[in-house]
């Protein structure tokens, strides 16, 4: 008895570690733009929403075409839906005990938005395991039969969920599994970068969002993923730019110190941090 409870204790304090890791992944993705087939908001500490644009069509430079998803266990039984009736009746059946509604309640104003689809990905303690529910465009996404019905506060069933107990799953491999699902066909980059987005970004911000976005591009380049190298190429792409853009600002706030507008490497390093 006394070793089972101990080996149940451990496994929480694991859980619950891995459950705080996600949340910090959760607080980084969360303050990113830039993104080509979606966006991502924070609400609150343990809720990030992520909006994947409807009827996006792949950028014309190349970096974005696309190919079929490899094996997954949320099939499209059409190119319009995400779940097909089996997957539905697998969803219902699989689980012995309930499942686990979201702690928040649906926005009505997410579900009368028709230009993306909205998913809440969560990492509530209670729960010890990250889940994704549905909030919008559930009649595009999700197919349902006579006998099949499935609730908006049910989760989704992923591949990614239901490994991240045991394998080394990320928010971005979750986040990849279902942008790849959304969309049709699927990106074979989920995470391509919206050029148009930084060269409209002042100097100053876009030396900052270039920055952490390569942050970012360089986690999810470190696991071994079939975009792997569509990501390396958008990495080198905003090292470029960023360092050209950093030469400018420096140039910049060097001159106007020299004038006697200030101290200009104070303010390249503040902006830098």
């Known amino acids: 008895m006394a070793a089972a409870y101990k080996g149940r204790e451990s496994l929480t304090q694991s859980e619950t570690a891995r459950l705080s890791t996600f949340l910090s992944e959760c607080l980084l993705v969360g303050t990113l733009k830039g993104f080509y087939y979606f966006e ?14 409807n009827d996006i069509k792949p950028p014309s430079n190349g970096f974005g075409s696309t ?38 309640p649906i926005d009505t104003e997410l579900e009368k938005d028709e230009s993306r689809a909205t998913f809440l990905i969560a990492g509530y303690p209670r729960y010890k395991c990250p889940y994704v529910w549905l909030r919008s465009d559930h009649k595009r996404l999700i197919q349902n039969s006579n006998d099949q019905k499935v609730e908006a506060n049910d989760p989704l069933k992923l591949s990614t969920i239901s490994a991240w107990r045991t394998d080394d799953i990320r928010l971005w491999d979750i986040m990849a599994e279902i942008i790849t699902l959304t969309l049709s066909p699927s990106p074979i980059n989920p995470f391509q970068i919206n050029h148009a987005y930084y060269e409209s970004l002042p100097l100053e911000e876009c030396v900052v969002a270039t920055g952490a976005m390569m942050d970012f591009l360089q986690r999810v380049y470190m696991k071994d993923t079939p ?5 390396y190429a958008d990495i080198k792409h905003l090292q470029k730019l960023h360092f050209a853009l950093y030469d400018e600002l420096h140039s910049f706030l060097t001159e106007r110190q020299a004038t006697g507008g200030g101290n200009g490497q104070i303010a390249v390093e503040a902006t830098m941090q």
């Open 227 to 231: 975009y792997t190298d569509a990501v």
């Open 67 to 104: 190919t079929q998803p490899n094996s997954i266990s949320l099939a499209k039984s059409r190119p319009t839906n995400i779940l097909s009736t089996r997957t539905l009746r697998s969803l219902k059946l699989s689980s012995p005990r309930p499942t686990p509604p979201p702690l928040s």
């Open 40 to 53: 991502v908001y924070l609400r609150g500490r343990e809720e990030l929403l992520l909006h994947v644009y």
